[in-house]
């Protein structure tokens, strides 16, 4: 297998992707973060001492996906056609999974800046809350779909 961020040299580089074509581009990723009943209760209710958790992470993860060629060596600048972030609450494990969506008419994929748009969504709900639960756990982070460029559409299968 060869790693097309390396060049002859071993040396890092940014992949040349001028001769690739441009596709509509899409990738859907997601994580959760896990937190105490009460916790969990007062993010839903949006009575947190900060303020409205889910709606401040939601901004922080559509800002990241904007943001990730910053965050990430290597990655190209896209110019992103569509971002979201939903939440799903989890009343029986008192958990919130964050699902991220990208779309993208480029010259390479999205599937980095949905892992970084769920990922910042996820630090953000942590930061917001942990003055009352340090205990949260983050976890699952994970590319569920992708569709367009060469490589074609990948559906995670769990």
């Known amino acids: 297998m060869t790693f097309n961020h390396f060049d002859e040299k071993g040396n890092a580089h940014m992949v040349d992707v001028s001769e690739k074509q441009i596709t509509s581009r899409r990738a859907v990723a997601s994580g959760s973060i896990y937190m105490k009943k009460e916790t969990f209760h007062r993010v839903l209710k949006g009575n947190m001492k900060k303020g409205d958790v889910l709606g401040v992470a939601r901004l922080a993860g559509i800002m990241a996906m904007k943001k ?3 965050l990430i060596p290597l990655c190209h600048p896209l110019p992103i056609t569509n971002s979201s972030i939903e939440f799903i609450p989890h009343e029986d494990t008192y958990s919130f999974e964050v699902v991220a969506t990208c779309k993208v008419d480029g010259k390479t994929g999205v599937e980095m800046e949905a892992l970084t748009g769920v990922s910042l969504a ?19 982070i994970l590319l569920k779909e992708k569709e367009g460029g ?5 559906q995670r299968k769990d």
């Open 150 to 154: 060469k490589s074609g559409s990948f």
């Open 68 to 70: 990730t060629s910053d």
């Open 122 to 140: 996820l630090l953000t709900v942590y930061d917001m809350c942990k003055a009352m639960d340090k205990e949260m756990k983050i976890s699952n």
